[in-house]
């Protein structure tokens, strides 16, 4: 279980120049991306309002997929 806290998470990638984000979308839920969002994300995910808890850990796998030297973000 990952037991990191979305803000330990964006802080954490933010240090390896990741760029990421996260925004709610009313009753849509929430989106959280991997990447620049103006020049093309490299990985997003859409995820149910009652979901929000699972996006730090996305945020972690994506990172380690896409930016293999981020592996200390977790």
Known sequence: MNLQTLP???QALYAH???CGVASFGDDGWKAWIG???AGCV????F???QFHTIPGWLIQAAHRHYPHAA???
């Open 72 to 74: 200390s973000t977790h």
């Open 8 to 10: 330990m998470v964006l």
């Open 17 to 19: 120049e990741i760029n």
């Open 48 to 50: 149910d309002r009652d």
């Open 43 to 46: 990985a997003e995910s859409a």
């Open 36 to 38: 620049d969002r103006d």
